[in-house]
C-alpha cells in the first residue's frame, strides 16, 4: 500500500500481546522514511520481533525532548518524506507524548493519520463492568497528594467515570486522595492488559486498604460516577446489623452484613457493631 507523503502517522502498537498489531500498522512501520519512538531501544525489539526494519532509522521522541525534535520533524516532512509517531505501548498522545507534534503538523499544513489499535483506557475501561460513557481520562496524576485532591475535586461534581494511569508505588496514595474527594464510588484496577497475567482488580474506592496489588510497573485506575449503585445507607446498614446479630460473634456479624451491604467492608461494619454495643452499655448503665 503506497503511503501519501508528506504525512505524519499515529500508529498504535500492541499493550502486551504482540498479535494485536495490525497488519496496517505493520505495513506503515516499514515503509516510513522515519519512526519517532518513545524508547528506540524498546522500539528496536519490537520492530525485530515484528520483523520489521526501520528503513528510514528511528529517533527518540520522549516528554523531555518532544519540543526540541518538533523543528527536525517538520523539515523531514518539509522534504516530502513520511514519518511514523510510536510509543512504549499503546495509542500515541493519549497519556503519551504526541500532541506538540500533532498540532504543529496541523498548524504547518502537513497531514495527520491514525492507525487505530490498542489503547490501554479504552481496553480496561470496556472490560470493567464500570459505566463506559461519558468517561474522563485524566492521563497520568500530579506526584504531590494535594494537587491530587485539587485534580479529584474538580471531577467531583461531574456524573462521568475517571480513567488514569498511575503508578503501582503511588497507587495508595491516589486512591486515598481520590477516596476522600469523592465518597463512595465503584472501582477496577487494571493491570497487565492483552499478556498473560492480565488482571481486573473490583471494587469500591472507600475500601480500597482491602484491595491487593502489585507494587511494581502501572496500573489503569477507573472510578465510576456518582450514584451508580450507590453505598448502602448507614441506617439499612445498622437494620441489617440487627437482624444479624445472633448469628454469632461481631466479627462474623460483619462478614455476613458485609456480603450484603453496598460500600461497606467487614472491617467498618465491626467497628459500627462494637461502637453501638458501647453506646448500649452506657444507657443502661445509666
Not at 51 to 77: C, D, T, W, Y
Not at 97 to 103: A, H, K, M, N, T
Not at 104 to 125: E, I, Q
Not at 185 to 212: D, P, Q, S, V
Request: aromatic share 6%; glycine share 10%; with cysteine.
Amino acid at each position: 500500500m503506497p503511503l501519501t507523503s508528506p504525512r505524519l502517522w499515529v500508529v498504535a502498537t500492541p499493550l502486551g500481546n504482540p498479535g494485536d498489531l495490525s497488519p496496517r500498522a505493520k505495513d506503515i512501520l516499514e515503509r516510513a522514511d522515519l519512526i519517532l519512538a518513545e524508547d528506540t531501544r524498546r522500539a528496536g525489539l519490537f520492530l525485530q520481533r515484528h520483523g520489521i526494519q526501520a528503513r528510514g532509522g528511528m529517533r527518540s521522541f520522549f516528554e523531555h525532548n518532544e519540543r526540541e525534535r518538533i523543528p527536525a520533524a517538520l523539515k523531514v516532512l518539509e522534504q516530502g518524506r513520511d514519518i511514523a509517531l510510536i510509543s512504549d505501548a499503546g495509542t500515541p498522545v493519549i497519556g503519551d507524548p504526541g500532541y506538540r507534534l500533532v498540532r504543529a503538523c496541523r498548524d504547518a499544513g502537513f497531514p495527520v493519520s491514525p492507525v487505530p489499535g490498542p489503547c490501554a483506557p479504552v481496553a480496561a475501561l470496556c472490560a470493567s463492568g464500570l459505566p463506559p460513557c461519558p468517561f474522563t481520562f485524566l492521563g497520568f496524576l500530579p506526584r504531590q497528594v494535594g494537587d491530587k485532591k485539587r485534580l479529584f475535586t474538580s471531577w467531583a461534581r461531574v456524573s462521568t467515570t475517571l480513567v488514569f494511569f498511575e503508578r503501582n508505588s503511588r497507587l495508595g496514595d491516589s486512591l486515598k486522595a481520590a477516596a476522600e474527594v469523592l465518597g463512595a464510588r465503584e472501582l477496577c484496577l487494571a493491570r497487565e492488559l492483552t499478556k498473560e497475567h492480565e488482571e481486573f482488580i473490583l471494587g469500591w474506592l472507600e475500601t480500597h486498604r482491602e484491595l491487593a496489588w502489585d507494587p511494581r510497573g502501572e496500573m489503569t485506575v477507573i472510578i465510576g460516577p456518582p450514584g451508580q449503585g450507590g453505598k448502602t445507607l448507614a441506617g439499612d446498614v445498622d437494620l441489617m446489623l440487627q437482624e444479624e446479630r445472633h448469628a454469632g460473634p461481631p466479627r462474623d456479624v460483619a462478614a455476613r452484613v458485609a456480603a450484603r451491604a453496598v460500600g461497606w467492608s467487614s472491617r467498618e461494619l465491626y467497628a459500627r457493631i462494637v461502637s453501638s454495643q458501647g453506646r448500649t452499655s452506657r444507657t443502661e448503665d445509666a
